[in-house]
């Protein structure tokens, strides 16, 4: 659920349309439960960012280049047998994470790992080559609809051993003979929108006391991404636990510049901003990653918000053509085409007509996602509202109508109109 | 706060080598000399190591702190609080050596003042805040918005430092301007003013490059005197004067250490944007000779990257835990690993004086050495000096020091006086005989640095000033040197060579650097009885080419 606010540039447009909300609504697809965010296309370079700034941070620092781990330079691979057989439990828990984020093992060790997903939402477990995790995360995303049949894992020598898409309750055992050459090889859910954030590093290594400390090892999530760590007073983040609720005053996307950032426990985060005294908007699934801003003096950072399913994917512009001389615009969702034509819409209410006309659903459930506010009124033609989603099944989807209007008996009672267009969550 | 650009700024590296290296070679010689001499054993500085005045302790900072400090005060029942850039507020019992939190999850948090054992005061980007403990559970449970009436752009360099608090109980924060490294969000706090973006660095929105003055308990704030650029440090010094520093860049050729007073102007052309009267005028069009004319000088320049690249919190110095300093200033500096010491004067009525390294020397202390990134300090109830590091994506260490002193008499200078003929340089210890040689013992060089738009200046007008007299006092501690020529506008740095105490130790410090904004009025005799203060000149100023009267001193808030 991605609740929007209502930026300086939307009331921009709002201005000229007298409607809250219209330019805010987007499309989203779901795919089975979750519908996570796969397009934050952001997630892999601030993840090298914070790799390299760790590294250079922590004393003593890591000297490991987080991408390419020194292998056997000067620290051979032993030539004697490898050691028995080493047993991994890993499990899928609440809160996107791994319950376990790193282990070693020796070159060329038998690896058995018994998989096991107690969290509420699908995942499975990949091992991949040193440095590859986000490629492969991108690869899995690119599967499409060809993803859930092949349980997300993409088809290529990156992947070293995998566990399937577990449904809650589920487990998989696996074995798999560790790598001859050293380094740091990531493991990661490529189930779309987990990726990001759910992952852990399998560390091959003759010499498992050389490793850096679970605290200062870029490799493994920081514990913002990880959610609820329970018992755990200091973090590497903070010298106190970081399980909700949490509080940050920091620089917000979409927000003032004064702005408090309030994770809760169940996964819903918001944002007030103290210069409105109001909430702009809440999120789900995650919180945020302040690693930009910590690193000081560089530019205008801000937090980058980790919820699972908070963004929407990404469309691609198309263009309009000409329909009793309005524009029907197109453009791409995740293989969908998707055609708008805006007609004003009847009555005394101000307000916007929407048909839309999707192609290439291929059977995916589609989600529409509005921006909930006392001054507009939303009607679908088809499908079932929940919250601020409208939420259609594949053939519903082929061709609905939005109806949105100026709400009546609210003007007057917010000023102005629009500035408060937030959601309470 | 350092400008990033600044390192790229920094003094040419001959210059700095031929400063500093000689020193060290004197040093040398004297380790040789004294070593023939058959003085008493010495370690490989030349000096005693258990002789070091001072010692430097590192303290541990808790599991999953990062220790980047943004400020430090103690409680009064003797506990520190330092506050840290990733928003937390701890406590720390010297005693126990034990961490506690006491406040989470602040803004970029650089300035505290505690106000009782379960209460503090924080800046922090947004607003001051104050937090309390009303539970008695040892954690704050009240974060309490005293004022935020200033603006915010969401530029990355918008800080606010602060609070210091005056005699009555007023509280001061100071507001850093915004970079052009970075350019300003969509949605701003406050008003903006479209003459306020142009400039490297540049004010935006409301008192950017002020200091406000804020009522602790109603949160009423008023503008208090502007012109700063990057005031990253305040504190009310002896005699109740408010001191604040800036770092060097635009309009300021070096860093410097203002005497702050109310309604002047400090140079810094951004903040202007927001002074009265000045509506619709574009500040970085008014003349430079105007804007000087306007501007109130600093008491102490910093030569840039040679004895400061950027200066932050000044504390006074007590009388007695800390050596024969007592009411002069200690400020932090954050590149190079040393603190700066201030001797102070003030002649007719223009506060000025003499900045010379602190710890600068190994041989002035041992145990851990000193980092670098000093960005604030205290002293703590015991007298000791705490040292808080931050980096901040500048140059500079994180972490926490303390500083004691064991009673021992560093050799050093302890004062330096402007006189009609030139300086009185006091010694803490008498010098050895013979070593005051008045060929070569004293040498001055003078310069200035320009006041303009540019970033940083160089040195202007540099030249060797002729010592044409010197005389020892009986008790050889203090010397009384004649110029050849005193120039009002012009720093003057002082190199000693060759000086020792009695006991055989070299200086720990060879170079002061005095800054000469007025000459003394003939015929002022008595040294330690400066002129006192009167307001002469600042009722002259009214004939500025803008006058600053009739300010309105409503909030800030628009």
């Known amino acids: 659920m991605r609740i929007t606010g209502n930026s300086a540039r939307n009331r921009a447009v709002l201005a000229v349309v007298g409607v809250v909300a219209v330019a805010l609504s987007v499309l989203v697809f779901v795919e089975g439960r979750g519908g996570e965010d796969p397009s934050n296309g952001d997630a892999s370079r601030r993840d090298e960012d914070r790799s390299r700034v760790e590294a250079s941070r922590m004393t003593p620092a890591p000297a490991t280049e987080p991408r390419s781990l020194p292998t056997t330079e000067g620290n051979p691979a032993p030539l004697a047998p490898p050691a028995e057989e080493k047993t991994l439990r890993i499990k899928g828990v609440t809160g996107l994470q791994y319950d376990k984020v790193r282990f070693t093992v020796r070159p060329r060790q038998q690896v058995r790992v018994i998989f096991r997903n107690e969290s509420n939402v699908n995942h499975n477990l990949v091992f991949t080559t040193p440095g590859d995790r986000v490629k492969i995360v991108k690869a899995a995303l690119q599967m499409g609809s060809r993803g859930p049949a092949r349980d997300y894992v993409p088809d290529t020598d990156r992947v070293l051993a995998h566990a399937p898409v577990l449904k809650p309750g589920g487990f998989h ?128 950072q801000r937090a980058e918000i980790v919820g699972t399913d908070g963004e929407p994917p990404a469309p691609s512009f198309q263009g309009y053509r000409l329909v009793e001389g309005r524009p029907e615009f197109t453009y791409e969702v995740e293989g969908a085409t998707v055609r708008q034509r805006i007609r004003p819409a009847e009555g005394d209410a101000p307000g916007l007509v929407r048909n839309f006309s999707i192609s290439g659903v291929q059977g995916r459930p589609v989600r529409f996602v509005t921006s909930r506010s006392d001054s507009v009124a939303h009607r679908a033609s088809a499908g079932a509202w929940r919250g601020d989603t409208l939420r259609l099944d594949p053939a519903d989807a082929r061709a609905f109508t939005i109806t949105t209007v100026r709400a009546e008996g609210k003007r007057g009672k917010r000023s102005p109109v629009g500035q408060r267009a937030s959601m309470n969550p | 706060m350092k400008d990033f650009q600044r390192v790229l700024k920094e003094t040419p590296a001959h210059m700095q080598r031929g400063l500093s290296g000689l020193p060290y070679a004197l040093v040398l010689a004297f380790v040789l000399l004294a070593g023939l001499a058959g003085g008493c054993t010495r370690g490989q500085n030349g000096t ?93 449970d009240r974060y309490q918005t005293v004022t935020d009436d200033f603006g915010m752009s969401g530029n990355y360099h918008e800080f606010a430092f602060g609070p210091a608090r005056d005699s009555s109980g007023a509280l001061y924060i100071s507001l850093n301007t915004a970079s052009n490294g970075a350019g300003i969000w969509d949605e701003l706090r406050g008003r903006f003013a479209p003459e306020g973006r142009p400039g490297r660095m540049y004010s935006p929105v409301p008192y950017r490059g002020w200091v406000l003055k804020v009522d602790p308990q109603t949160g009423r704030t008023t503008p208090f005197a502007n012109g700063f650029r990057s005031p990253n440090g305040l504190c009310f010094g002896p005699e109740g004067r408010f001191f604040v520093t800036d770092n060097q860049g635009d309009w300021l050729g070096t860093s410097k250490l203002y005497h702050v007073e109310k309604d002047q102007f400090y140079g810094h052309v951004a903040s202007l944007v927001w002074e009265e009267g000045f509506d619709g005028v574009q500040p970085l069009d008014l003349p430079v000779p105007v804007l000087n004319k306007m501007r109130r000088k600093a008491a102490v320049q910093f030569p840039q990257g040679i004895l400061a690249n950027s200066p932050t919190e000044p504390v006074v110095i007590p009388e007695d835990t800390f050596g024969p300093f007592g009411d002069q200033l200690l400020i932090g500096e954050m590149n190079h690993p040393r603190l700066l010491r201030v001797m102070l004067e003030e002649v007719r009525g223009q506060v000025q004086g003499a900045a010379v390294a602190f710890l600068d020397s190994s041989s002035a202390y041992r145990g851990e050495a000193l980092r670098t990134g000093n960005n604030r300090l205290r002293f703590g109830p015991g007298g000791d000096l705490w040292v808080g590091q931050t980096d901040h994506g500048w140059p500079g260490d994180q972490g926490l020091q303390r500083i004691s002193w064991n009673g021992r008499t560093p050799a050093d200078v302890q004062d330096m006086r402007l006189t009609e003929e030139g300086f009185d340089l006091v010694f803490t210890r008498p010098l050895a005989e013979g070593v005051a040689r008045a060929d070569s013992a004293f040498q001055f060089t003078r310069y200035y640095y320009e006041y303009h738009r540019d970033y940083g200046s160089d040195q202007f007008d540099r030249q060797p000033v002729k010592v044409t007299g010197v005389e020892i006092s009986e008790d050889r501690r203090r010397v009384s040197l004649r110029l050849a020529e005193l120039v009002p506008g012009y720093i003057y740095q002082l190199q000693m060579n060759g000086l020792r105490t009695e006991g055989g130790t070299p200086l720990a410090n060879e170079n002061v650097y005095y800054t000469l904004n007025r000459l003394k009025e003939a015929p002022a005799r008595e040294l330690r009885n400066p002129v006192s203060y009167s307001r002469s000149d600042a009722a002259s100023r009214s004939d500025a080419a803008f006058s600053r009267s009739g300010r309105n001193r409503g909030t800030t808030r628009n």
């Open chain 2, 48 to 140: 005693d190591a258990d002789g070091a005045p001072y010692k430097i302790e590192s303290i541990q900072p808790p599991p999953g702190l990062v220790p980047e400090t943004g400020g430090l005060d103690f409680m009064p029942d003797g506990r520190l609080v330092g506050i840290f850039h990733r928003g937390e507020v701890m406590t720390y019992d010297p005693e126990t050596k034990e961490w506690s939190l006491f406040a989470k999850g602040l803004h970029d948090p650089l300035g505290v003042k505690a106000t009782s054992d379960s209460s503090v005061l924080v800046t922090q980007r947004p607003e001051l805040t104050r937090l309390t403990d009303t539970d008695g559970n040892g954690r704050a």
């Open chain 1, 173 to 300: 055992e696996f074995t798999f003979t560790a790598p001859a050459e050293e380094g740091a090889y990531p493991y990661v859910c490529t189930y779309p929108g987990h990726g990001y954030v759910m992952y852990g590093v399998m560390r091959v290594t003759s010499d498992p006391g050389g490793i850096p400390s679970l605290s200062e090892d870029p490799l493994v999530p920081p514990d913002s991404l990880r959610g609820r760590v329970e018992g755990q007073e200091a973090t590497t983040l903070h010298p106190y636990s970081t399980k909700p609720p949490i509080i940050y005053r920091t620089f917000m996307p979409e927000s003032g510049p004064a702005s408090i950032a309030v994770g809760l426990t169940g996964g819903v985060s918001y944002a007030f901003d103290a210069g409105r005294s109001m909430v702009r908007y809440a999120w789900s699934g995650g919180f945020i990653d302040n690693s930009e801003i910590w690193k000081g003096h560089v530019r205008n």
